[in-house]
Nanobody
Framework: QVQLVESGGGLVQAGASLRLSCTSS????????MGWFRQTPGKEREFVAH????????VYADTVKGRFTISRDRASTTMYLQMNNLKVEDTAVYYC?????????????????WGQGTQVTVSS
């Protein structure tokens, strides 16, 4: 069983930056895409960004495009989410996930391994 662990969340003011990390308990197949999702109480898990197996393709939700950057270190299977100019509406639990295929998806069902999440809170 693969375990993914997120870190880097916290409480910041609007306009600040945070970098989330996602590490794996063991080396995943280098052919797996990975993604970030977020969720707030009472709402469904929401797509944030995904990155292809080789890092060559990245896709973002419109709400974070231009502010967030997803990247991965294939040598260590660590994935990152650099979040700049954070807004109050970015407040959520952020989850990383490993996809079933080489290219990511906006759909939750396309991912078969998930972390337990890290809380990001942005105050006004």
């Amino acid at each position: 069983q693969v375990q993914l662990v997120e870190s880097g969340g916290g409480l910041v003011q609007a306009g600040a930056s945070l970098r989330l990390s996602c590490t794996s308990s063991r080396r995943l197949s280098s052919n797996n895409a990975m993604g970030w999702f977020r969720q707030t109480p009472g709402k469904e898990r929401e797509f944030v960004a995904h990155i292809s197996w080789n890092g060559g393709t990245t896709v973002y939700a419109d709400t974070v495009k231009g502010r967030f950057t997803i990247s991965r270190d294939r040598a260590s299977t660590t994935m990152y989410l650099q979040m700049n100019n954070l807004k109050v509406e970015d407040t959520a639990v952020y989850y990383c996930a490993s996809a079933r295929s080489s290219y990511g998806s906006r759909e939750v069902g396309a991912y078969n391994y998930w972390g337990q999440g890290t809380q990001v809170t942005v105050s006004s």
